[in-house]
């Protein structure tokens, strides 16, 4: 919560999450403990704003959900990609490096 | 209805939000737990770092596409609660909102049933009637002419006026209505017989036989008991042996006539103005194309006859517009009245709202810290005002279904024809729109009010009725409004109120003490009375006149205020008038003027010796006399003759009557009363010298007239019947009335109108004086600790009070003089409706404006005087 930490670009969250779940179904809690080590001390992902947008990407049909037991026995809800949900990471993923590189080009040039 | 089936297992997601959740933070927690905080303090950090359970909640709710549904049925069901939890103010709301809803649905109901357009009918948007600048009224030869001419037309046909007529089948009469009818008359409306046939061109031709009718549903089921052998059958119509050939369906609406209609034959060489003639447009065709057809069938002169007598160019009108029109300014008063009324009433409860709305601050203020948006709080003042409204336009419609009835009771108007006041789906349609907006509108001023609700300081001022000055603003523009509206409805009654009193205070040009009329059918008949009319009218007024406490008894065509037969007249020698023109034809005996105290200007009136071998004679009105001659001594001893067509011979003016107040001119299609009419030129011709062709052509439709003068009034009637029967049983009396009765019903329409809005304005004064009373009596309460402090410190309470007076008065004042614009801007509709009444009438918009002060002087009174006799004690103990 230091105020160095940037907030996250609009719309980046949602890539995140999906990037992070691409790796393997994981529950909403160690999607944001994964965040928090991602992008540790660079971005600041508050975890309120982390389950609306499972939600929101649930009911978009990229994520699908299912109840299960994990490894400590705790049922708990793991989220998981779609096939549309992989198709649009790496459409964003793409984009996203694109916009990157103009973006630093610039930078560097300008 | 996917959408529908997740709403309904929304359970299932809240379980699993919250499992979902809860498994989140008993993780974080073993994780704090893991890096060495105590339980406590790592379900405390797990909360906050998550960013409170609810909100997180609330937010996730938000992605769900379910959400919308169960917002909307969620804030309905807390509104329904909360409305329910002060019933005091669900009454009011609900009682105030029923009374304008209530007036709202009554009189759309009315003009609905007024209006009720022959566009229920097949196309019935393609129905076109015959007018010129006279009205609708045309003659025969107008019919044929047009009929032979027309392409563009499809189906022409004309009607006469309404009559009676017994009927009698095996041997019991029945006394029957309708309508006489050419051939392809119900090809006009598009309705085909139920059984039989309907009229054919071949049937007006045809002189051999007895003459057709056409029977109603209605009429065949309870005459002939619907058997289908009644096509064929002859029964006797007005003493005559009439076929009858069809049988139609039930024609509600503007077909005209009830049980029956008899075949109409109108002869191309009539020339007298009596019938409306229908055409139904081809397809494609525009009313335009059909005038412009029209037009150049005038240039070559088919309706010369029309010319001749100054009735100006023929052009169809569009027949639902046409039926409309007499009473289309009258309806849209109502109608307007009525939305008027209902915005007060809105107003007042959206008023109630407002102050609820400040009341409630606190469990606003309180659900807002829950973390509620303030667009979920207004929604929810929204979905309040909808259940509120909900109530009152079901209230509304309870109370107008007893109210019209017992409209009708009280004044059983043929004119609004309201006769059809059962449920009428389209107004109950109308009213629930009205009612969804009216939900809307009730909510805006309350929502605006949440909207800007500030927490911090709701929760300070806590228990303090304080309000900020825009609520307090928005309030008073209600109250103006309300003002204003009452205001408007007041002064509008009011004119037409006097409009009343000038129409029953006009002199009328008669006096009708004692008379009664009775009116004697000769439908089908006159053929046989051919040559024996003389015999035949001596006859009956022998008989009449023979009858124990008859003192007088006459006989005309028409009686004053009815209109007497329109035919034409030639231009007079010597007279102002050089083009043929349209005359109230009557034919009177001697004592006709006499009996109806009609008064003698100059010249003598007929006597017995103008009979059928004297000079020709006539009589006729101060109008005629002034338009023809320039007046009425000019007018004495000059010729006048009918227009060639009508065989009449020429007449010398012996004399000049008074003008009598007559429905005159435009004739029996107009709902104009009588009384408000400029006087026509009138003619009067001796009864025994009427030709009897002239004689049939007013009796083919019009009954006859017997102007019977007693001593009793009217509780003669039965013995004059049964006196006439025993020496004419064929020719019945139709019905007796007096004058009197006559008269109030050409007032009918004017005083159901005056009545209905004074009525509207009575209610609009009472809701706009508690909405005063309620805005006064909130600034009492909002200043009570105040009033009270400088009370008890000895101010004198006019001091205290005045701020408060001097707000009820400026508000009123400002409402009056809107009020008073409005009713300006609304001349022009308003004035077609009145008599002998400017609508910017000084008298009335005093008495209005006076009549508002003093009412909301009442309301501003009550509060201040009980403000006046607040103590510091009181207050205080009230916080």
């Known amino acids: 919560m230091s105020p160095s930490k940037a907030d996250l670009p609009q719309g980046t969250l949602d890539l995140l999450i999906l990037k992070i779940v691409a790796l393997e179904p994981l529950h909403g809690y160690g999607i944001a403990q994964r965040l928090q080590r991602i992008s540790r001390d660079v971005v600041q992902v508050q975890q309120g704003s982390l389950y609306p947008a499972l939600h929101r990407l649930e009911r978009r049909g990229l994520l699908k959900a299912q109840w299960k037991r994990s490894d400590s026995g705790r049922e708990s809800k793991y989220y998981e990609l779609t096939k549309e949900g992989r198709a649009h990471l790496e459409v964003e993923t793409e984009s996203w490096r694109r916009l990157a590189t103009a973006i630093g080009v610039i930078l560097r040039t300008a | 209805m996917r959408s ?29 737990i893991a890096e060495g905080m105590s339980e406590q303090q790592a379900r405390r950090t797990a909360v906050l770092t998550l960013g409170g359970l609810e909100q997180v909640k609330e937010n996730c709710r938000d992605e769900r596409p379910t959400r919308f549904l169960h917002r909307v049925w969620q804030d309905l069901h807390y509104g329904a609660r909360a409305v329910w939890r002060s019933p005091l103010f669900a009454l009011a709301g609900v009682c105030t909102l029923g009374l304008g809803f209530a007036s709202a649905f009554a009189l759309l109901s009315i003009c609905h049933a007024a209006s009720s357009s022959p566009a229920s009918f097949p196309a019935g948007h393609s129905i076109v009637v015959l007018v010129d600048a006279l009205d609708g009224l045309q003659s025969g030869h107008v019919f044929h002419s047009v009929r032979r001419g027309a392409q563009n037309v499809d189906h022409i046909a004309a009607y006469g006026p309404s009559s009676g007529w017994n009927l009698v089948v095996d041997g019991r009469a029945e006394y029957v209505t309708g309508v006489p009818v050419s051939a392809e008359f119900f090809e006009v409306f598009g309705v085909s017989p139920r059984i039989g046939r309907s009229f054919t061109r071949a049937d007006e031709q045809r002189d051999d036989g007895p003459p057709v009718v056409v029977i109603s549903d209605d009429l065949w089921k309870r005459v002939f008991q619907s058997r289908r052998d009644v096509i064929g059958r002859l029964v006797s119509l007005g003493g005559v042996a009439h076929r009858i050939v069809g049988v139609m369906p039930n024609l509600r609406g503007p077909v005209p006539g009830r049980d029956l209609w008899p075949l109409l034959r109108l ?8 019938h409306v003639i229908l055409g139904r447009l081809g397809r494609n065709v525009s009313v335009d194309t059909a005038n412009r057809e029209l037009q150049s069938m005038t240039h070559l002169g088919a309706s010369s006859a029309s010319n001749q007598v100054g009735r100006g160019a023929l052009q169809w009108e569009s027949y639902p517009r046409w039926l409309v029109r007499p009473v289309r300014n009258v309806m849209l008063v109502l109608t307007v009245a009525a939305l008027v009324l209902l915005l007060i009433a809105c107003a007042n409860v959206a008023s109630l709202q407002l102050l609820r709305a400040v009341a409630r601050r606190h469990e606003f203020a309180t659900r807002m810290a829950l973390g509620a948006s303030s667009k979920r709080l207004v929604l929810q003042v929204v979905a309040e005002s909808l259940v509120l409204a909900a109530g009152g336009v079901a209230a509304g419609i309870l109370l107008a279904n007893v109210g019209v009835r017992w409209l009708l009771t009280w004044e059983p108007s043929e004119t609004l024809g309201a006769s059809s006041s059962e449920f009428d789906t389209t107004a109950a349609l109308a009213v629930l729109l009205i009612g969804v907006v009216v939900g809307l509108l009730i909510s805006v001023a309350p929502a605006v009010a949440a909207c800007r609700l500030d927490l911090r300081a709701a929760f300070v001022e806590l228990g303090r009725a304080t309000v900020d000055a825009s609520v307090v603003r928005l309030r008073r523009v209600l109250v103006i409004a309300q003002i204003a509206s009452a205001v408007v ?111 003698l200007r100059t010249g003598r009136l007929f006597n017995d010796a103008d009979d059928a071998f004297a000079a020709p004679v006539a009589l006729v009105n101060e109008a005629f006399a002034r338009t023809y001659f320039g007046g009425s001594e000019a007018a004495l001893g000059k010729i006048v003759e009918l227009a060639p067509f009508h065989r009449d011979r020429a007449r010398r003016i012996i004399g000049v009557v008074a003008d009598v107040k007559s429905r005159s001119g435009a004739g029996w299609t107009t709902a104009r009363t009588a009384l408000a009419a400029p006087a026509t030129p009138s003619l009067y011709v001796p009864v025994a010298q009427v030709p009897e062709h002239i004689f049939r052509l007013v009796h083919s439709f019009f009954p006859i007239s017997w102007v019977i003068k007693t001593a009793r009034g009217p509780s003669l009637t039965h013995s004059i019947q049964i006196s006439v029967a025993e020496v004419e049983p064929l020719v019945p009396f139709i019905r007796f009335e007096t004058i009197g009765a006559i008269v109030a019903q050409d007032l009918g329409s004017h005083r159901l109108i005056a009545f209905l809005v004074l009525m509207l304005a009575a209610i609009a004064v009472v809701l706009a004086s508690i909405g005063m009373y309620a805005i006064v009596s909130f600034t009492v309460m909002q200043r009570r600790r105040e009033i009270a402090i400088r009370n008890a410190l000895g101010a004198r309470w006019p001091t205290v009070l005045n701020p408060i007076v001097r707000e009820g008065v400026v508000l009123a004042v400002v409402g009056i003089i809107g009020g008073m614009g409005i009713v300006k801007l609304t001349g022009s509709i308003i004035s077609p409706l009145l008599f002998e009444v400017a609508p910017a009438d000084a008298v009335t918009f005093t008495a209005a404006g006076a009549l508002i002060l ?11 005087v009980r403000a006046a006799r607040l103590t510091p004690l009181t207050s205080l103990r009230e916080q």
């Open chain 2, 4 to 32: 529908w089936i997740r709403f309904r297992r929304r359970g299932g997601f809240e379980a699993d939000l919250e499992a979902e959740l809860r498994d989140h933070l008993e993780r974080q927690v073993t994780d704090y």
């Open chain 2, 267 to 274: 002869s191309e060489e009539d020339h007298s103005f009596n």
């Open chain 2, 489 to 599: 409805l007041l002064t509008i009654g009011g004119l037409f109120a006097r409009t009343l009193v000038h129409l029953e205070g006009v002199e009328p040009g008669f006096d009708a003490t004692h008379v009664v009329v009775g009116k004697m059918s000769l439908q089908g008949f006159p053929a046989q009375l051919e040559g024996h009319t003389g015999a035949f009218f001596s006859r009956i007024l022998t008989r009449i006149a023979a009858v124990p406490g008859v003192q007088g008894v006459a006989v005309s065509n028409s009686v004053p205020v009815e209109a007497g037969i329109n035919l034409g007249l030639a231009p007079p020698a010597g007279g102002l008038v050089h083009e043929g023109r349209a005359v109230d034809w009557r034919y009177a005996t001697p004592n006709y003027f006499t009996l109806l105290g009609i008064q």
């Open chain 2, 854 to 864: 003093l009412v909301s002087g009442t309301a501003v009174l009550t509060p201040f």
